[in-house]
């Protein structure tokens, strides 16, 4: 049983550049959220996706945007980079239910803005 | 706004028992988990009280009071491998909001 998976494992950007990243939810899941986590920090909150549709925003700007395939797989796109974007970018994902208590995450996404 | 509160760090010896509390503030409730994050990995999660009592699970029992805006995380028979970051995350209106955390630190 495959669980969350994403990729690259590390990236390396400059300022202004644009970058993707990408999330394969656990099997059997149909939700994925995005979370930012600096060093020293808790996760924060980007976005939840369910049903190929943006069902909640955290307070991240226009810059973060996502998607969601057929097959439940999500993207998070960051435009315009900054050098505050550095962090350990985090996907989780969780079965439909309405709640999102129990998510299962993916080893996480490490972006680097130079 | 909406923040948690936790201690960031608690040191405890092996075999003990230490409790880790948060306090909580959010426009929304639906419940609160506890997660665990070792150092470079993803975390994971531990437990979920969505209303007031006590939740057992093996060495560890998470609390809540709705009234009080109030719960903790209870870790007994401390094993050196518990040394991590633990996280309480207010379940509010399809997202988990985050305290900073607690960095426990367990001495043989």
């Known amino acids: 049983d495959a669980g969350v998976t994403q990729s690259p494992t590390h990236l390396i950007k400059t300022r202004g550049q644009q970058v993707t990243l990408r999330c394969s939810p656990k099997s059997g899941h149909d939700t994925v959220s995005w979370y930012q986590q600096a060093l020293g920090q808790g996760p924060q909150f980007i976005f939840q996706y369910y049903e190929e549709e943006e069902r909640q925003r955290g307070n991240f700007p226009d810059r973060f945007s996502g998607h969601q395939f057929p097959n439940y797989s999500s993207e998070l796109n960051v435009n315009a980079l900054l050098l505050g974007d550095s962090a350990l970018y985090l996907c989780a994902s969780s079965s439909t239910g309405g709640t999102s208590y129990e998510q299962y995450f993916g080893p996480g996404t490490r972006l680097t803005v130079t | 706004g909406q923040s948690l509160e936790q201690p960031s760090e608690v040191t405890a010896v092996e075999g003990a028992i230490v409790q880790i509390n948060c306090t909580y503030q959010t426009s929304g409730f639906y419940g609160l988990s506890w997660y665990q994050q070792h150092d470079g990995g993803a975390p994971t999660f531990l437990s979920y009280n969505a209303l007031d009592g006590l939740e057992e699970t093996g060495r560890f029992s998470s609390f809540l009071s709705r009234s009080d805006s109030y719960g903790y995380l209870l870790l007994q028979e401390l094993q050196m491998k518990d040394s991590a970051s633990y996280f309480c995350?207010?379940?509010?209106?399809?997202?988990?909001?985050w305290g900073a955390g607690t960095k426990l630190i367990i001495k043989p």
């Open positions: 995350a207010v379940d509010s209106n399809y997202q988990l909001i």
